[in-house]
């Protein structure tokens, strides 16, 4: 039972992140898993079984006062209508990246969130990877000094289905999306411009999708700043996420964290194990501190980051990075 | 509540490895945290109140025949007793190390458990390490040939408490029984002799307590086979856990795991963050894999190891070496 | 003296690079210094004595029918005429790069080089360091399938002096120059547009002799293979030297040296020594197998390369992505 | 033509390590090889011919007093005599090391260097290694307070031939001694007993030769301090040479050196190429120190160290540890 000191949160989607989410939330001394919702009822069911919580239906939780705020792990389109739902509803709340695929719609989504005062933090995961955090912080600590450069490598085991690579928004929106949000989160406010080119060399499906699997672009800052990010739909050695940030007075770099820490050496030299082949073994703990911070930010009355507004400053730099790559040259992002 | 497919376990003393292991089996799809005991009530109900257990008495959970199994997580002074109080009751028992620090009473304490016929699991967490874990399948793959030598580096980030070392049965008992269990694990069958030195370099009222704090060691297999271990009671810049095993066509090592993966890079050079500061840090995972191989072993009826019989050869072993390096010559193991 | 198995060659300029390459040839069995020349004589002086060679004008050398050979060390503005005149004599030549810094000069140069059907090889000398050699070999032996993307950076322990800088070239031309022609190497072929933006972010001399200190660039093949190049002119770590290329089944990665390769860890963590500090120190390894390959295209009649034509490839690519760099557009490269 | 300022070595043996020490003798800018000595007048003639000196027979080059250093390189039992001899000549004596298997025949040799006043240095290369080097200087350093422990492993990429093995003292003698030596230099003094045990495990051989292939021993100082060391005569995955130093306020590791840099990333993981197959690759910058701190002695007047003394220290453990596994029991080292 949830005391007077506990914050009641409901889980609006049961599928695999939403799963993520309620284990977060059960590990959290401050939270209760009050209710959770999924059109396929026996999601629902199962989730609330193992977690404590009641399966009820979207419209339901949000009217519920009980509920104090809302983890939205929904399909993307239903995204930015729920947000204004829990918004009016005086919910706090969390939801997914992206809030939605077409900057206009996030601009009067977050207006309805400013109007209504609500709380609202956006799940770009990887600034609560322990090792990033780490980054982040010798970068405050001034260990390097003013950050002036970066290399983000982000390559996939494989691509997506067809059918999610649809509905993804391409390869920038979906996926370079979270280094562009490193990027801006990293050297401490937005770029001016932005180069990249995509290609297609894995699967030429993926060309009949109208997307990219292969993407490289160059983030530009006012003062100069450079920044390289580097993805791929592929990466047969697992789930390659590294960043490096060179400042006036040194380097930082997180590397890939290697899940099984053993090498074996015999006389063709020496091997280690692959890479996390998966995102959500190589997040778990981003995913568990995420929804802390989510917690806290309710409990400390600390603010809500990653923002909204977080969320339509790295969608406005994927928009530019594809119309760079389609013409070809250098775009302004819009602000 | 638990189904009729659930296995219902008990824990003997919340303390704090006892509240490891309770998060472990509320991890656990196919366990139930049934019951909780400890002296001191509040302990016992706050590990009640978190996982959904009852708090109740140890005599009260061995008569419990809706008790499927008891993980012991008591004082060592009180193993012994309760492993034979709960193998005539007829659980499923897990044991911390040790059973105790007088191989007789261990001896006794197995030949009950024998005679009852009861199944015992004891608690040497390394072994379910998941390095330690892909370096042993390492071996068993023949990726290294025959195992032949290994050297094993345990270094404690500082030592235990005087009152702790006092009871502990010394730095050999206590402390290198862990690697002479890895020793015996990685090569396959018990060595015939050991050799050791021990000293205090550490902590003058280490030696006042009639122990040391710095330890090395070579255990000897009857065919010439050779393991060298080291061990201090101090690691200023953390827990270090390493193993390497040779073999006649290879070799394997486990490194230390770096909690922490990012390297700042400046004018004096290169640096990294320290190891873990803590044992339980260090190996949750294998703390996990441990309660779950145990509820496994019931569920699937595979043998529960290690078995009362890993933890007295340990035993013998670290009292061989304690000899050995109270006489300065070779020792030969007792069987 | 060198027996008619011997290659005798002559150095043109008895500089840093001059002496580095004596010393190479001093080490070479089937090779012998036979002059040196240098405006300053006590510098030519110098390196004969210790070398065993004669002090002589480059005239003079030139002139010697017993001179099988040159190496071309001299100031860059000295180096097309100077091919041209050893092409004339009917010498094999080795010459620094950049043959000029125009690209029509450097088409005239190689014209002559061809009507004397000389054999002209270029300094690259990052093509034979032992480590980027092995990871050539690592997809020539197919172990990455076909190479398709790479990340190349290379950072200098700092800029050089302005005189220098003057007289470079600028950035594109004088240093990532190394890079593209390491891209077309590994790559195995010319891409066909890039994209660049340089900024100064070191020294604002810099920006005063119209160069940049920072740099980054995207080249593109027509099949849509990218490789994406770092360029600073500031590491204070040290002399930072990283390729990785990834292919359709794997990645290879070149990192670092470690001149010193210890590692001290304390209660603050673990440190290793910075990197090299020096180019030449770095590369010790690769001008020694750059003299080698050199010597070995006569004895064992084997190509010389890189070619001139690789030369002026590299400054086409440079030539494009400074272009690029003040357009903000991506520009094809001339061919 | 050496000047005044020069000093002229000559070198004893010709062999593969006297041509190592001809090479590192001609880049030093303060030394002259002078002569060279050989039983086989071709190898003496090979040397002479490239790097510029005279062969000639041992007692000539003793007998020339333009010779003011000499190298010996010759076979073990030849090194006693031959010291003795260029002692009583007045040469300063480099002697690869041992100086003799036998102590009482190395306590001989000594007194007679010291009743000539000779400056004798034995080549223990090791101590010039450049990562060794670090490593002792970090300790010189402070960096990390006392040195108290150490784990030393050399693993050979495999055993010598049965005649190498007849005449070489054994394991302890031949290649324990160095681990012995560096122990020794990193502690900062004599350790006080030695608990050791060899076996046969790589080749059947070995045994039949009264000698071990696999050896593993405990250095113990009057205080306390410990050393474990590990040796083997196969490695399938080239040259181990690893040392860690465990003080008062930390670590400091030297790890292998990996000729090749690159790794490999397929889908069953990384790969490294192996380590160096041969020490005289592994040393060879150690072979270049080594000979320049010679000569350094004579042009500098600093001590010529390792000295005798370090020579005969090393043999005595070797003694103690050969003892110690046949005895299964400590051994105090004599003195």
Known sequence: MAGPEN???????????????????????????????????????????????????????IADPAIDAVVICTPTDLHADQIEQCARAGKAIFCEKPIDLDADRVRDCLKVVADCDASLMVGFNRRFDPHFMALKAAILDGRIGKPEMAIITSRDPGAPPADYIKRSGGIFRDMMIHDFDMAVFLMGELPESVMATGSVLTDPEIATLGDFDSATAILRWADGRQVSISNSRRAVYGYDQRIEVHGSDGMVAAQNEHPINIEVATSTGYERPPLHDFFMTRYVAAYANEIDAFIASMTQSVSSVPTGEDGLNALLIADAALDSARAGKSITIAS
């Open 7 to 61: 914050i009641n949160l409901a889980i609006l989607g049961a599928g695999r992140i939403g799963r993520v989410h309620a284990r977060a939330i059960s590990g959290n001394d401050r939270a209760v898993l009050a209710a959770v919702s999924d059109p396929i009822q026996a999601a629902a069911d199962d989730v609330a079984l193992h977690f404590g919580a009641t399966a009820r239906t979207v419209d339901d939780i």
